[in-house]
């Protein structure tokens, strides 16, 4: 993952309403979820809900596809876990970070 790309996905996931959205998304998993759910769920406007949406497909983390008439957006775990290693690579400078947790060290 390219150096940009996890800043993007960082600053989309850097408000509060998006990193709500962003893990909603993760827990209903591959099924999606239709905006007007999102809204629902999350008690949010539907004009701050798209605005918020849109941010978040273009940071690729979550993707968008057409259903018929719906909208369905998903989580990108793709993009995720790129970011996740990306921020992991070279974690507790390649020693394990599986360490008893009555011995709190590294990470």
């Given at each position: 993952m390219?150096?940009?790309?996890?800043?993007?996905?960082?600053?989309?996931?850097?408000?509060?309403?998006?990193?709500?959205?962003?893990?909603?998304?993760?827990v209903?998993?591959?099924?999606?979820?239709?905006?007007?759910?999102?809204?629902?769920?999350?008690?949010?406007?539907?004009?701050?809900?798209?605005?918020?949406?849109?941010?978040?497909?273009?940071?690729?983390?979550?993707?968008?596809?057409?259903?018929?008439?719906?909208?369905?957006?998903?989580?990108?775990?793709?993009?995720?876990?790129?970011?996740?290693?990306?921020?992991?690579d070279?974690?507790?400078?390649?020693?394990?970070?599986?360490?008893?947790?009555?011995t709190?060290?590294?990470?």
């Amino acid at each position: 993952m390219e150096e940009s790309d996890v800043v993007k996905a960082l600053g989309a996931l850097a408000q509060p309403l998006r990193l709500r959205v962003f893990r909603a998304l993760v827990v209903v998993g591959e099924t999606g979820l239709t905006p007007g759910a999102i809204q629902e769920g999350l008690a949010v406007p539907a004009a701050t809900l798209s605005f918020h949406l849109k941010e978040l497909v273009a940071s690729g983390l979550v993707t968008q596809e057409r259903a018929s008439r719906h909208l369905i957006y998903r989580a990108a775990y793709p993009q995720m876990n790129a970011l996740l290693g990306y921020l992991t690579d070279n974690c507790c400078e390649g020693a394990s970070c599986a360490v008893p947790s009555s011995t709190p060290t590294c990470c």
